[in-house]
Nanobody, 126 residues
C-alpha cells in the first residue's frame, strides 16, 4: 500500500516563499512520476506541477511557471514544491499524487494518478 504525507503548508504573506514536502512510502518510489495539484474552496482541482520518475522532465501550470519548482530526492522518498513570489490566488489545499503506471502525456490529468496525499493548506495573505 502506497501512502503519501504532505507537510509544510501554512500562512504566508504575498511575495513570500514556502516549501512543501511529500514523503512517499514503499520501495518503488523511484519508479513513480509525481504531481502537485491544488484546490481552492468552490473551485475544481487544478494541476500545478509534475516531475518524471527519473527527474528528467518537469511541467508546470502557466499560472505558476517561473515561481514554483518541483524536485525530488529518491534517496529520501520525497518530492518537494518550492513556491516563491506567492500570490493570494495561490491560496488552496495542495495535494501530492503518484503516477505508478506511466503516461507523461497525461501529466495534468488528475484521473491518471493512482495515489494521493491528504493535502496541506496554503494561505497567502495580501
Amino acid at each position: 500500500q502506497v501512502q503519501l504525507v504532505e507537510s509544510g503548508g501554512g500562512l504566508v504573506q504575498a511575495g513570500g516563499s514556502m516549501r512543501l514536502s511529500c514523503v512517499v512510502s514503499g520501495r518503488t518510489f523511484s519508479s513513480y512520476s509525481m504531481g502537485w495539484f491544488r484546490q481552492a474552496p468552490g473551485k475544481e482541482r487544478e494541476f500545478v506541477a509534475y516531475i518524471l520518475w527519473n527527474g528528467g522532465g518537469t511541467y508546470y501550470a502557466e499560472s505558476v511557471k517561473g515561481r514554483f519548482t518541483i524536485s525530488r530526492d529518491n534517496a529520501k522518498n520525497t518530492v518537494y514544491l518550492q513556491m516563491n513570489s506567492l500570490k493570494p490566488e495561490d491560496t488552496a489545499v495542495y495535494y501530492c499524487a503518484a503516477k505508478t503506471l506511466g503516461g507523461t502525456r497525461t501529466y495534468s490529468d488528475s484521473a491518471t494518478y493512482n495515489y494521493w496525499g491528504q493535502g496541506t493548506q496554503v494561505t497567502v495573505s495580501s
